[in-house]
């Protein structure tokens, strides 16, 4: 069945460091692909998404590529700021009614 | 306009307990999904509900259960609640099914402790 894989945390970086976080996903056909942030204490925030291949979703400075070749949809941000401390979920919907979500990355950013 | 909201906030109960949970689906929004999402892991999908029916099914045992009503707002019930049912409960609302491309919006989660 469909799967979402996320590289695991804690990641903790300095104000202004780049952010890679690595998702990959196994699912036939063509899902659409997402990427979810939850801020302690709220609920879950639709960051970016994708809905075909070589596609790039891009929000807040966010950026992820649908990379079908290599089946991964990975989070990037140039410049993180102590705001973006948050977990994230990558998460993929093939056809039907469900978002498939990963386990989800935890952020730390520090001033 | 009014966002997803949930209630309760918190709920604490021991097993074999039946518990009722509630979402107010953001206006207009026709459709309701429920989320579990345990200590450390993603939210796996229960149910959805389209203009008062089920519209989909997780792999959850049918002591979950829920409703719609008529303005969309929805209960997850559950029933002979077991220690792993402990989790934080997300509702999600969108307009229109979600076989398509409509986005869910998530309310804030009702945190379920069963002892």
């Known amino acids: 069945g469909d799967s979402v894989t996320q590289m695991e945390g804690p990641v903790t970086l300095s104000e202004e460091a780049f952010l890679t976080i690595n998702c990959t996903y196994t699912?036939?056909?063509?899902?659409?692909l997402f990427w979810y942030v939850q801020y302690p204490g709220e609920g879950l925030q639709l960051l970016l998404k994708?809905?075909?291949?070589?596609d790039k979703g891009s929000n807040k400075g966010f950026e992820a590529t649908y990379r079908k070749e290599t089946t991964s949809f990975h989070l990037e941000k140039g410049s993180v700021q102590v705001s973006d401390s948050a977990v994230y979920f990558c998460?993929?919907?093939?056809?039907?009614?469900?978002?498939?979500f990963g386990k989800g990355t935890s952020l730390l950013v520090t001033p | 306009e009014t966002g997803v909201t949930q209630s309760p906030t918190h709920l604490i109960k021991t097993r074999g307990q039946q518990v009722t949970l509630r979402c107010s689906s953001q206006?207009?929004?026709?459709?309701v999904s429920w989320y579990q999402q345990a200590l450390g892991q993603g939210p796996q999908f229960i149910f959805q509900?389209?203009?008062?029916?089920?519209?989909g099914r997780g792999n959850f045992p049918p002591r979950f259960s829920g409703l719609q009503f008529p303005n969309y707002s929805s209960e997850l019930n559950v029933n002979a609640l077991e220690l792993d049912d402990s989790a934080l409960y997300l509702c999600?609302?969108?307009?229109?099914?979600?076989?398509?491309?409509?986005?869910?919006?998530f309310g804030p989660g009702t945190r379920l402790t069963v002892l």
């Open positions: 999600a609302s969108s307009l229109g099914r979600t076989g398509g491309d409509n986005e869910q919006f």
């Open positions: 699912a036939t056909g063509y899902p659409s």
């Open positions: 994708a809905t075909k291949a070589d």
């Open positions: 998460a993929l919907k093939h056809s039907g009614y469900a978002l498939n």
């Open positions: 206006s207009g929004h026709n459709t």
């Open positions: 509900y389209y203009r008062e029916e089920e519209n």
